[in-house]
């Protein structure tokens, strides 16, 4: 059991802990589609000045930007990160970063820092 134990806490603290958070939130939200019945409408974004977006959700004409960060204290500027989706002509909806905080907690106008544990 120690093993176990041992490999979690690398896992928690190694450098893909942060990756492995994100193909879990990604996984639980098409799982929720899914089991709901809904197809899910998701997408990733890297332009090719390595500008990326974790994930966005489409439903009608408007795209929902979504940051997955392994943090308890998410940035103030998401917003800014989300800017470079303007150039897509579409609609941009309200964004979230899925993160660590354990409750909602406004970061501007149009972000939201959400619990994971939502999820």
């Not at 176990?4 to 994100?22: D, F, K, P, T, V």
């Not at 977006?53 to 204290?73: Q, R």
């Amino acid at each position: 059991m120690q093993d176990l134990y041992s490999n979690i806490n690398e896992l928690e603290a190694g450098s893909m802990s942060g990756a492995m958070l994100e193909t879990w939130v990604v996984s639980e939200i098409i799982k929720s589609y899914w089991h709901n019945g809904l197809e899910a409408n998701l997408y990733f974004y890297r332009d090719t000045d390595q500008q990326e977006v974790d994930l966005l959700i489409e439903s009608g004409d408007t795209l929902y930007p979504v940051e997955i960060k392994k943090t308890a204290s998410p940035s103030q500027n998401a917003r800014r990160q989300f800017a470079v989706l303007d150039k897509l002509g579409k609609t941009i909806g309200p964004g979230a970063v899925l993160c660590l905080v354990e409750r909602d907690i406004p970061l501007s106008q149009s972000v939201t820092a959400v619990p994971v544990a939502y999820l």
